[in-house]
Structures are given as structure tokens and as C-alpha cells.
């Protein structure tokens, strides 16, 4: 499920969406922080966006002492939307505000792998991370079931995770996670073609010193709409936004 076979679309997407390769990101992104990132993503990474959808014209001006000409939000989205028929998500590096276009390249059941045009690749169980490939301490795999089941139905719920890594000698390592997920409020969710009400559920996790915060909204139908889930220590939380689904 993980041998990405990509499309030409998904290329010209990630293209048009400046593909940033993802690193390190911050760990327990506050909500009203992925609400400002998620509204302006593509506007506050103007200067890499910019420089690859233009071909290099803002780098010629910067060299010049000209400022860049800001990046539109709203054509950017267009360029990423018309470039594939198909689903469409972005995910943002939050302190950066680098962008990764990604689209379905498999599916098994409930588990939907999504690919990267530099083959990066995350898989989710109905909306929620279930593993990760190509960026960076990956998660290589994980035990879920209650987490999904809870958040696609908006419910509170406490609960278990379990998540497996490598460690350093190429062993398998788990982390078991004590969870509680609660309804967070409501938000309208209108990014490209996705505009929906949306529960917002928090997910809050601890195992000893470890602790994060996972967003979600999710719409009447159990949809993730957008999300902020966490990785692992290292890399930290992903902001992931549906502009097709």
C-alpha cells in the first residue's frame, strides 16, 4: 500500500502548491494557532510559493531590492484544485509554514495512504493518522481503533493509543498513550471545495514527560475536514487541510 505510483496531476499539483520537503515541526500546536495557519497557509509562505509558481521572478526582484509581489491565496488554491480531478490536501509545517500537495494513491479498507510528488506519504483510518513514510522518525504504525471511532462520531471518549517507531539499532519501539477527546466547539470550514460545519474535537495524550494535542473538525458526516495531528517527538504535529475530498 505504501509503493507510491504517482500521478502526472499530483506532480503539477505540488508544483503549483510549492513543495516544501517537511523537517522537524513544533508539538502542541495551540487551536487558535491552526486556525490562523490553516486561513492563511499559502499567504504566509509567499516567499517560496512565490519564487517556484513564478518561475523565479520573485528571487530576480529580491536580488534587485524590489520586494516580492505577495502570493494569492486564492489562485494558488485554483492552480492546486485544477491540476487534479481527484482529492486534494495540503499539509503545512506549522513553523515554517512549508507545503506538501498530496493526493489518494492507495487504499486498504479504512486505511487511506496519501502520497507526495517527492514520495512522502501518510496513511490515515478514516480521516486519523494511522502511519507515516519518507518524513523524517515516521510512524510506522499504530493501534487506533478507539481514537477513530470517537472522533468521527464526535463523542467524548478516554481511551488508549498505541504507536510503534524505530529505534536507533533498527528496533521496534511502542508508545502507549492515555487519551481524552473532547468537543472543542464549532467552526465553519470553507478551504477550495470544501465548505462544511464542523465539530471541533481535542485530543489530549500523555505517556509520562510526552504529551500532545490533536485538532480535528469533522463535519455531520464523520469527515476530518482539516486536522493538527502529531507524529512522534521529533517531527512533532502536521497541519493537514482537505481542499477536495
Given amino acids: ?16 502548491l510549492c513543495i516544501a520537503g517537511l523537517a522537524a515541526c513544533g508539538s502542541d ?10 486561513a492563511g497557509f499559502l499567504k504566509q509562505a509567499t516567499g517560496k510559493i512565490t519564487s517556484k509558481v513564478s518561475g523565479g521572478k520573485s528571487s530576480a526582484k529580491a536580488a534587485s531590492g524590489q520586494p516580492a509581489a505577495p502570493a494569492d491565496p486564492n489562485q494558488l ?11 486534494i490536501a495540503i499539509v503545512v509545517r506549522l513553523d515554517t509554514k512549508a507545503v506538501l500537495a498530496m493526493n489518494p494513491v492507495g487504499r486498504n479498507g479504512d486505511h ?3 502520497g507526495s510528488a517527492p514520495g512522502q506519504g501518510i496513511t490515515y483510518q478514516r480521516g486519523v493518522m494511522s502511519n507515516t513514510r519518507g518524513l523524517g522518525e515516521d510512524l510506522m504504525s499504530s493501534r487506533i481503533d478507539a481514537a477513530v471511532s470517537a472522533i468521527t462520531s464526535r463523542r467524548d471518549a478516554d481511551y488508549t493509543r498505541k504507536h510503534y517507531y524505530l529505534g536507533d539499532l533498527g528496533q521496534t519501539t511502542e508508545l502507549t498513550l492515555s487519551c481524552s477527546l473532547r468537543r472543542s466547539g464549532t467552526e465553519k470550514v470553507a478551504v477550495g471545495e470544501v465548505n462544511a460545519n464542523a465539530v471541533i474535537m481535542k485530543e489530549s495524550c500523555r505517556k509520562d514527560q510526552i504529551a500532545f494535542t ?3 473538525w469533522v463535519d455531520g458526516a464523520g469527515r476530518v475536514l482539516k486536522s493538527s495531528q502529531w507524529v512522534g517527538q521529533r517531527l512533532g504535529s502536521l497541519a493537514i487541510q482537505n481542499l477536495r475530498m
Fill in 29 to 38: 500546536t495551540q487551536e487558535t494557532e491552526l486556525s490562523k495557519a490553516t
Fill in 112 to 114: 487511506v495512504t496519501w
Fill in 77 to 87: 488554491v485554483a492552480k492546486a484544485l485544477s491540476a487534479t480531478k481527484g482529492p
Fill in 214 to 216: 490533536n485538532i480535528y
Fill in 1 to 16: 500500500m505504501l509503493g507510491f505510483n504517482l500521478t502526472k496531476p499530483l506532480r503539477a499539483a505540488g508544483l503549483a
